[in-house]
């Protein structure tokens, strides 16, 4: 019986038994193989131990089982690694620790490096489940191609060795005169069963580094667009939005890329692609915007062609260990904020005003991260909308353009992007790689190949968004490295922040990483890692990835409200290290951001979190969280509005919800504490250094003093070690509605220079300190520093 037949390459395909095959039966083996119904020659003959090492990650040889790992399928991150092991049932999963009799041997076969492990088949169980491991407990993952993977629990897959299937169970079919081509389709009769011949191995094989979109050179015009099973492509243009379309036709190379030149110089105009696709053999055609337009008047398209102008000379952000970062949206900073048009409040025109101002710069903020820019699918300019349904990954959004008919949204939000720089402000973008909006003009291009899907063919949906961009898919991970290169070229952006980026992958974002840094060296690279499918946070450790610390910002929350213990505070304080991070500044440390609750109405004393009018108990205990996220080791991000004790009423998600994401400047008026306090705590940050570090200090260079209460309230003395020269400073916290006491020896070495409202001497409280005891008060926080330290 066979169980699946896929196409490895134009002439050649396997096919799987559900047992070995003896000489008698493979003999017998007869078939029809059809191509758009059309039978065609072929032959058979036994897969190449190759190939069925590449889909089992194993063959059978003269006896024995040999168990093979590619060098192709190792990550990147472990390219350099020479210790594999096989690890499975038959050793209790190397539950004692590596053993030699379990590492894998490295050779060369047909000038490819594999890692191998021959075992005696005699010496094997019937069957077992295994995986490869590296030296330092990193399992490789299994391709996409794995014909025996199994499902051992949710989030996990093994590969399973049956001896009934060794290899011989396995037979590759050759076209003798034609080629197989991914725009027809295919199937073999077997035993009078018609059985589809799976292309989708091939499919996710097509990659071409040519250039694509529309761009001009020496007063021509090209176009190319990837479309791998498209029936017919063509290249419509027109100067005036109110002409018609003219269109010519493009012609396909055998990678799959549709292109035309044409001679004269469309500078300008107006453009979009026209596609024919066979759907359940129906053909259809329809219209797309070009994935790669450098510009479009809407999310529908047309897309515009323009010349592209390179940035010359790239700005230098703070080193990231010494981010200040201010997560916000273009509009709800400017929706309130005076000497700007209404026309301008919705645009990037009315942004670069506020940046202008020097609001952000004045509290010390020396990073931003703008919520999504790429074109989005609002119906109108004025809609507000959080951005995070992108369509296309090359435009800045049109809704923020002052005329985005002409496609000001280019030069404009170049200038936004300057106006920072001038203003040094580093430029973060918050971008989507996870999923796309509506229109998807990705899958009216080719929906298997863009998108993941199941097994009935129905778009996964881990995003929680409707879709799951298929970001393994080469052309796929091509478009992306090529959008961000585009917005470090064309505009000098000095990092990303990767929405859901365990859909994307750590590994891959870690070699965009490396690419971005041939272009700008000092490019800030940020993981949201999580999604719907699964939690990678502590994986980050293994890339050079910075990441949103959502583990920081669930126990600040419970440690205020006073439910954290000792040992969480302490782990925070430290960065995060050993377990999340590798180094201090891979942790981004931050108390809430755009999603969910903002920090005053999760943690506000009123009813229905509601913090729009807060307690003195809330305002205690926001400067408190203040105090930590900007003393811990780590990089604080700080989300909109917290120096105005922001609140959005009590409304979980406010995606679409600009009203009440807007800021109140007033409110600077009637909380002035609050301001003032973010700025004094991080110019202390700014000035000591001692919280900006990249390298990992000692485990004692933070030391933490417990109260006499036994009870989660610490003292932390910073640079207790004097590793880091000789200044030193404490932070003493008390989340409970009681005094909490501390017996620390060396009192009069340290001076007072905060409470929990100011760092003034005018108007902070003195806390008392007398025969080595220190008293702090209820739901209060103070920093002291010794001479050195002094500022």
């Known amino acids: 019986m066979i169980t699946n037949i896929e196409w490895i390459n134009e002439k050649q395909g396997l096919l799987f038994f559900n047992h070995n095959l003896r000489d008698q039966e493979y003999a017998k083996i007869v078939g029809e193989l059809l191509i758009n119904g059309q039978p065609r020659k072929f032959y058979l003959s036994p897969a190449s131990l190759l190939d069925c090492a590449e889909v089992s990650g194993f063959f059978e040889e003269n006896e024995g089982i040999v168990f093979a790992l590619s060098k192709d399928i190792i990550p990147s991150h472990i390219a350099e690694e020479e210790n594999f092991y096989l690890a499975g049932d038959i050793n209790q999963w190397l539950s004692n620790g590596h053993d030699e009799k379990w590492r894998l041997k490295h050779i060369i076969i047909q000038e490819k490096l594999y890692f191998i492990l021959k075992i005696l088949k005699s010496e094997l169980p019937e069957c077992f489940q295994f995986k490869f491991v590296t030296g330092n407990w990193e399992w490789l993952p299994l391709p996409d191609y794995s014909r025996n993977s199994v499902i051992a629990r949710p989030g996990i897959a093994n590969l399973e060795y049956r001896a009934s299937k060794t290899g011989q169970h396995i037979l590759q079919f050759t076209l003798e005169n034609d080629c197989f081509d991914l725009r027809n389709s295919s199937e073999m009769i077997y035993k009078n069963e018609k059985i589809k011949i799976d292309d989708s191995r091939l499919l996710f094989s097509k990659y071409s580094d040519e250039k694509l979109g529309a761009w001009i050179e020496k007063n021509k015009t090209f176009f190319a667009l990837f479309a791998p099973r498209a029936l017919f492509v063509e290249v419509c243009w027109k100067k005036n939005l109110n002409e018609s379309f003219r269109c010519f036709p493009m012609i396909r190379s055998q990678n799959g890329i549709w292109q035309i030149t044409v001679e004269e110089n469309l500078k300008e105009q107006y453009y979009m692609f026209r596609l024919k696709n066979k759907i359940n053999n129906d053909e259809v055609c329809t219209e797309v915007l070009d994935p790669y337009a450098k510009t479009t008047i809407n999310s529908q398209g047309p897309g515009i062609i323009v010349e592209e102008k390179f940035i010359k000379h790239h700005f230098n952000p703070p080193a990231q260990e010494k981010l200040i970062i201010y997560e916000c949206h273009v509009r709800d900073l400017i929706a309130n904020f005076s000497n700007i048009t209404p026309q301008e409040k919705l645009e990037f025109n009315g942004l670069k005003k506020f940046i202008e101002s020097n609001y952000l710069q004045d509290l010390g903020i020396n990073a931003i991260e703008l919520q999504p820019i790429q074109e989005f699918d609002n119906e109108k300019k004025e809609d507000y909308h959080w951005g995070y349904m992108p369509v296309n990954y090359f435009s800045p959004a049109s809704a923020y353009g002052s005329d985005p008919a002409n496609g000001t949204q280019i030069e404009e939000f170049r200038d936004l992007v300057k106006t920072c720089h001038d203003n040094n402000l580093a430029v973060i973008l918050d971008v989507v790689y996870n999923h796309v909006g509506d229109p998807n003009h990705l899958y009216k291009i080719d929906p298997q190949y863009y998108f993941r899907t199941n097994h009935d063919g129905n778009l996964l949906n881990f995003s929680g968004c409707g879709n799951d961009l298929r970001t393994e898919s080469p052309m796929v991970q091509k478009m992306i490295v090529d959008s961000l290169i585009h917005f470090v070229q064309t505009y000098d952006v000095d990092g990303f922040r990767f929405d859901l980026a365990e859909l994307i992958g750590l590994n891959f974002l870690d070699n965009v990483r490396r ?158 504490l609050t301001s003032k306090y973010i700025q004094q705590l991080i110019h202390f940050r700014k000035n000591l250094q001692l919280f900006c570090l990249n390298n990992c200090p000692s485990m004692e260079y933070i030391q933490i003093i417990p109260s006499e209460e036994k009870n989660s309230a610490i003292l932390a003395l910073f640079n207790g070690t004097r590793e880091y020269g000789s200044k030193q400073v404490i932070l003493a916290i008390n989340p409970y509605f009681s005094r909490a006491h501390f017996k620390i020896p060396f009192a009069n070495n340290f001076t007072q220079i905060a409470d929990t409202f100011s760092f003034s001497p005018e108007t902070r409280a003195t806390y008392i300190w007398t025969d080595d005891i220190l008293k702090l008060p209820p739901l209060s926080c103070g920093i002291w520093s010794n001479r050195e330290a002094f500022v």
């Not at 999604?531 to 980050?540: A, P, Q, T």
């Not at 302490?570 to 609750?597: C, M, V, W």
Request: net charge negative; glycine share 8%.
């Open 515 to 672: 690419c971005l840094q041939k272009i700008k060296p000092s490019i800030i690279m940020i993981a949201e890692p999580w999604s719907f499918r699964g939690y990678v946070g502590h994986d980050l450790k293994k890339t050079d990835l910075q990441g949103w610390n959502d583990e920081f910002r669930d126990f600040l929350k419970s440690y205020i409200l006073g439910n954290g213990n000792r040992e969480g505070i302490e782990y925070f304080l430290r960065g995060s290290l050993t377990f999340r991070s590798k180094f201090p500044a891979q942790s981004i440390n931050y108390l809430s951001s755009h999603d969910d609750f903002c920090w005053l109405d999760m943690i506000t004393e009123n009813i229905n979190h509601d913090g729009f009018m807060p307690t003195l108990v809330d305002i205690r205990r926001t400067h408190m969280a203040l105090a930590i996220l900007l003393l811990s080791l780590g990089v604080p991000m700080l989300g909109e509005g917290i120096e105005l004790l922001h609140s959005k009423r009590g409304v979980h998600n406010t995606y679409q919800r600009g009203d009440l994401n807007a800021l109140d400047y007033s409110r600077a008026l009637e909380y002035p």
